[in-house]
């Protein structure tokens, strides 16, 4: 019997599997698609998620990243990071770094799609496998999650995000958020020739018609010539109810076990963390302990990020947050460091 399934083979699953693999349990991950696997994502690594990554023996290349800089058209206000530098990197450089760490620790994968599962007192059994334990990694719409009940109704007002690359040097050394009326635009560096850029906000229209929202940004693109296609994901918010399901054996982690918005660029360093809880849980045989554990590592993170998605959301305190910040340049740098190190 495996000690664990981790459903779903991005970087947060592949963590979860790394660490239980050092601690000498018996782990399979099921992935169908074929690596490395790109998403709609920032690819902006705090901080606190380059010292996850250096603790599973990880550290992919990419720009290092100061801190974060806010901008709307008339305003702009910068703040570096307290503990050492960030890190722009590609999700697929990402996901690749993390899928060899896995190979090296001993982990399987499996090409195939958890559709269906049964969960008994002792154990799971899902494609054949029995395990003391299923996690699921599967994302935003987790087939795990819809399977155990937790599904989260729709949220009234979704967000969603589009990113794509361009083919040009960075011209700058911060994760730049771009704010406009309903949306944000987030540039950050993930080569010596090539930019990220993700925009947010709610439904309709595709990406070019987004950008159309940012002009100063949109001149500076202007003949740039885009680095591959187009990707989207959401709706964004996923209020899980819970992360422990059924019989203590399917626990949920990373996008799958719950997401307030990508507004804070926190997504990778919250799921890193929650990975590691996890497994610590696992290990120990106490997944009761899990919920608990994964309140602590994402609270502060999910309370900042729902404060500030509330303040955007108000059409008069939206329109005053770059300028607050510029205002009170010291308030904003607290905030930047309490948020991502």
Same mark, same amino acid.
């Given at each position: 019997?495996?000690?664990?399934?981790?459903?779903?083979?991005?970087?947060?699953?592949?963590?979860?599997?790394?660490?239980?693999?050092?601690?000498?349990?018996?782990?399979?991950?099921?992935? @169908? +698609? @074929?690596?490395?696997?790109? *998403?709609? !994502?920032?690819?902006?690594?705090?901080?606190?998620?380059?010292?996850?990554?250096?603790?599973?023996?990880?550290? /992919?290349?990419?720009?290092?990243?100061?801190?974060?800089?806010?901008?709307?058209? +008339?305003? +702009? %206000?910068?703040?570096?990071?307290?503990?050492?530098?960030?890190?722009?990197?590609?999700?697929?450089?990402?996901?690749?770094?993390?899928?060899?760490?896995?190979?090296?620790?001993?982990?399987?994968?499996?090409?195939? &799609?958890?559709?269906?599962? !049964? =969960?008994?007192?002792?154990? %799971?059994?899902?494609?054949?496998? *029995?395990? &003391?334990?299923?996690?699921?990694?599967?994302?935003?719409?987790? #087939?795990?999650?819809?399977? !155990?009940?937790?599904?989260?109704?729709?949220?009234?007002?979704?967000?969603?995000?589009?990113?794509?690359?361009?083919?040009?040097?960075?011209?700058?050394?911060?994760?730049?958020?771009?704010?406009?009326?309903?949306?944000?635009?987030?540039? #950050?560096?993930?080569?010596?020739?090539?930019?990220?850029?993700?925009? $947010?906000?709610?439904?309709?229209?595709?990406?070019?018609?987004?950008? +159309?929202?940012?002009?100063? $940004?949109?001149?500076?693109?202007?003949?740039?010539?885009?680095?591959?296609?187009?990707?989207?994901?959401? @709706?964004?918010? =996923?209020?899980?109810?819970?992360?422990?399901?059924?019989?203590?054996?399917?626990?949920?982690?990373?996008?799958?076990?719950?997401?307030?918005?990508?507004? #804070?660029?926190?997504?990778?360093? %919250?799921?890193?963390?929650?990975?590691?809880?996890?497994?610590? !849980?696992?290990?120990?045989?106490?997944?009761?302990?899990?919920?608990?554990?994964? =309140? =602590?590592?994402?609270?502060?993170?999910?309370?900042?990020?729902?404060?500030?998605?509330?303040?955007?959301?108000?059409?008069?305190?939206?329109?005053?947050?770059?300028?607050?910040?510029?205002?009170? /340049?010291?308030?904003?740098?607290?905030?930047?460091?309490?948020?991502?190190?």
């Amino acid at each position: 019997m495996l000690d664990v399934l981790v459903v779903g083979g991005g970087p947060i699953g592949l963590a979860v599997a790394v660490h239980t693999a050092a601690a000498g349990l018996a782990v399979v991950v099921a992935e @169908p +698609r @074929p690596g490395p696997v790109d *998403k709609a !994502c920032g690819e902006g690594l705090m901080p606190p998620a380059l010292a996850s990554l250096r603790d599973l023996g990880v550290d /992919p290349p990419g720009r290092a990243l100061r801190g974060i800089r806010y901008r709307d058209a +008339r305003h +702009r %206000v910068e703040a570096e990071f307290r503990d050492g530098p960030g890190r722009g990197v590609r999700r697929t450089v990402l996901h690749e770094a993390l899928a060899d760490r896995a190979e090296l620790a001993g982990v399987e994968v499996v090409a195939e &799609r958890v559709s269906e599962f !049964c =969960q008994y007192a002792d154990h %799971v059994e899902a494609l054949g496998f *029995k395990a &003391r334990y299923l996690v699921a990694a599967d994302g935003l719409h987790s #087939t795990v999650r819809r399977a !155990c009940g937790l599904d989260p109704g729709s949220p009234r007002r979704p967000r969603f995000g589009l990113r794509r690359h361009y083919g040009t040097a960075p011209w700058t050394d911060f994760v730049e958020v771009h704010w406009a009326h309903d949306s944000e635009a987030y540039v #950050t560096p993930v080569d010596e020739d090539l930019v990220g850029v993700a925009i $947010l906000g709610p439904p309709g229209g595709g990406f070019e018609e987004r950008l +159309r929202a940012f002009p100063e $940004l949109r001149s500076r693109l202007a003949g740039v010539p885009p680095a591959g296609p187009v990707r989207g994901a959401g @709706p964004l918010r =996923q209020a899980v109810r819970r992360r422990v399901a059924g019989r203590g054996r399917v626990l949920l982690v990373g996008d799958a076990s719950g997401y307030v918005d990508a507004l #804070t660029g926190e997504g990778i360093s %919250v799921g890193l963390a929650q990975a590691r809880v996890l497994a610590e !849980c696992l290990v120990a045989d106490r997944p009761a302990d899990y919920e608990r554990a994964w =309140q =602590q590592v994402s609270r502060r993170s999910n309370l900042m990020t729902a404060a500030l998605l509330a303040a955007r959301r108000n059409p008069l305190s939206g329109a005053r947050i770059v300028p607050a910040a510029q205002a009170l /340049p010291r308030v904003f740098g607290g905030a930047v460091r309490m948020i991502t190190g």
